[in-house]
Antibody, heavy 118, light 112 residues
Framework: EVQLVESGGGLVQPGGSLRLSCAAS????????MLWVRQAPGKGLEWVAN????????QYVDSVKGRFTISRDNAKNSLYLQLNSLRVEDTAVYYC???????????WGQGTLVTVSS | DVVMTQSPLSLPVTLGQPASISCRSS???????????FNWFQQRPGQSPRRLIY???NRDSGVPDRFSGSGSGTDFTLKISRVEAEDVGVYYC?????????FGQGTKVEIK
């Protein structure tokens, strides 16, 4: 059974930092792209960042470029998202997910809530 | 960025009746490799999203066959042949052809 378990969310002041983690199991982690998707309270879904299998290709949505960093550790089957210079508008549930555009492989974690507020 | 526009945004349906959601993209989603990376997701109340359909018309594992996807280029449709109570939630279209992958606004499906 595929499992993705996020951790690291919480309440942080504007300008602060957090590091989100995602522990993966039940599939060959090193074979798939990994992504972070977020959902602001009561709002829709937004892709944040993705990373390829080797970790040498990373892409970010414009609103987080230069502030967020995605990384992975294939030896630990883990995905990370470093969030710096946080803004109120970054408040959201952050989902870790794995997907393939071409085959039936698409799994999501339960999400971790990041609240940016003074 | 590609803009995805869904309609309707709210869809009251009768149990056992069909339902249809449309999604239009601001540009063609045909990739240079010839594939169209268009997806549909379902998010039930209080749950994480899950993908239903990938590459326009392919169902993901465990997705009931009452869900079907169709379309090409810029216009796509999700159909539910007979709505069941467990289908209540928000449905999102999403393009995966060019980064940043973008979602539609979501269509809320509820039972009349």
């Amino acid at each position: 059974e595929v499992q993705l378990v996020e951790s690291g969310g919480g309440l942080v002041q504007p300008g602060g930092s957090l590091r989100l983690s995602c522990a993966a199991s039940g599939f060959t982690f090193s074979s798939y792209w990994m992504l972070w998707v977020r959902q602001a309270p009561g709002k829709g879904l937004e892709w944040v960042a993705n990373i390829n299998q080797d970790g040498n290709v990373k892409q970010y949505v414009d609103s987080v470029k230069g502030r967020f960093t995605i990384s992975r550790d294939n030896a630990k089957n883990s995905l990370y998202l470093q969030l710096n210079s946080l803004r109120v508008e970054d408040t959201a549930v952050y989902y870790c997910m794995t997907t393939s555009r071409s085959v039936a492989h698409d799994y999501w974690g339960q999400g971790t809530l990041v609240t940016v507020s003074s | 960025d590609v803009v995805m526009t869904q309609s309707p945004l709210s869809l009251p349906v009768t149990l056992g009746q069909p339902a249809s959601i449309s999604c239009r993209s601001s540009q063609s989603l045909v990739n240079s490799d010839g594939n169209t990376y268009f997806n549909w997701f379902q998010q039930r109340p209080g749950q994480s999203p899950r993908r239903l359909i990938y590459k326009v018309s392919n169902r993901d594992s465990g997705v009931p066959d009452r869900f079907s996807g169709s379309g090409s280029g810029t216009d796509f449709t999700l159909k539910i042949s007979r709505v069941e109570a467990e289908d209540v939630g928000v449905y999102y279209c999403m393009e995966g052809t060019q980064w940043p992958w973008t979602f539609g606004q979501g269509t809320k499906v509820e039972i009349k």
